[in-house]
């Protein structure tokens, strides 16, 4: 890359049911942000949201022609051979438009779309904690689990692009049925909406537990932070189910590195921010499952670049993909 | 590669209990073979056993410098960054000895070491059942389980080449303990002496299977060749653990396919070797597993070439290594 390409200015957006945005430089310098809640009922409204942001974005640089092109983290499968999006999330139905050919002409941009698991695995291997390292597992942990991987210093899809489904790794035979058809998938265990599921039932049948501060949230909303809150407070329940997160974590994680021989695994996504409280009991059950000499060469760390390196791994694709030829 | 290179001849050898080895030409073609029993107990005359190989293979074409160069198929890891064989199985006392630089020294040929199911996945995709496809996962399963992988048309080893140890993918929370030290390993239940042990254990514990034809079997000696002919006859015992065989490896593939998205899966090693029978069940429980998306574009396959995967697949990975500059 040329110090030009470093310098030029790239659309990031991290699609879900908020929209956030940011102009990033060629460097990986965020240098403006947007968000917006996705109108995801009315998918006309919600083309119309992304090419607004992306017009107000020209307008604050200096109009369209500064902006090289647009990277689009997307929360589905995304056909690479076909520039098509294969599966979009079902809060939002698209089958009746083509996403990708709408903001092509709408914006006269370049427009680049990766799963979001992917574009946040590209960001922090560009500008946070994976930089540097050649073969990098990036776990997205939030309403989903998602995953990105660079292997051998570049982004693998697979064949058609739809690499990356980490949530629907198998931990249990039986186990949970799974929204994707299946059963005894990671994500009916350790998603964002599944630990907080994981608190209840504790404190549901086991009434030692009542003691736990997180028995007064029960008739709130109980949240992931207020877990990890409670958590570092000592909170035994809280630190129960952490650690009964990492042990579902570990067992994928494992398995993965046992396959991959990865020097990181990146923990990222929105359960992750603040996180650390997380990462030791992850650390220690992967530990404990890894073949040692596997293990001995693979960090596993939490993110750098937290909600951001969705954004910023869009845009860097961006980046590289007008800046191939 | 040029039709010269084409033409070159390599010697390809796969470590086991058995060595066995080939002159393979540069276009895959098996020109020789030799095999003998592995003097295990003795490293000293093990490493005699290699040299002698290469030595006759050599004689028998128009001498070493008709040899470009040796490929060697090894059942352990190897850290590729460091030219070492990190773990050597236990078979095998090579703690005191610099194998690599001992061969390179007696030989005076170029040698590559590779892991054995690496070198198994090179050969059906230079001229077996992957012949063309760019993202592939190649099973061994035999007294161990193996994995290598072909993503983006590379072959992919990890940070240190440790990759595919697929044996070693939790299927279990808990489950048996593994030699590896972790516990619900897949190898506890698929590897070709585990599947004899759930026949034995089936007829141990319900009492309906002693009409099977296995039953006659149990006091000499059960092999997986005897419980694929049963299966092929219809037996309910054979079928039975033929069918658990496959939902053990259907989760450990539909994760491995959710995660990487190939095109291809193919099944080598001794309990595949006229395994037709074992891919059925494989095929469908992975199908039940995974992800629509990503099993409709994914071929489950046994591999085409035996036993000698390995040995095409060591003498072309020698090729490529010393064709490289």
Redesign the interface.
Known sequence: MTSQDKSKLYIGLDIGRTIRGAVVRGDSTILERRQIVAEVRDPLEFIKQLVHMIDGFAAETAGRSAISAVGIGWPG?INQRMNRL??TPNMLDLSSFDLYGELAKQTGLPIVFENDANAGAYGEWCAGAARGF??VLFVALGTGIG?G?I??G?L???????????G??????GGMECG?????CLETMVSGPNIVRRVREHLFSDPSFSVSQLAGDMEGVLTCERIKEAAREDDELARAVLRETG??LG??L???I??????MVVMGGGVMTSGEVLIEPIREETR???????FN??RIVAGELGLDAGIVGAAMLARDATNKN
Chains 1, 2 share one sequence.
């Not at 899809?157 to 489904?165: K, Q």
């Not at 404990?288 to 596997?294: H, L, N, V």
């Open positions: 499968l294969e599966v050649k073969d995953a991987l292997l051998d570049r693998q899809r697979g064949a058609l692009g739809f690499g990356g489904e980490f629907h790794f198998k931990i249990e035979a994707c058809g299946s059963t005894g042990v579902f067992m994928a494992a398995s993965v046992n396959l991959l021989n990865v020097e404990s499952r890894t073949i040692p000499a596997a060469c693979c």
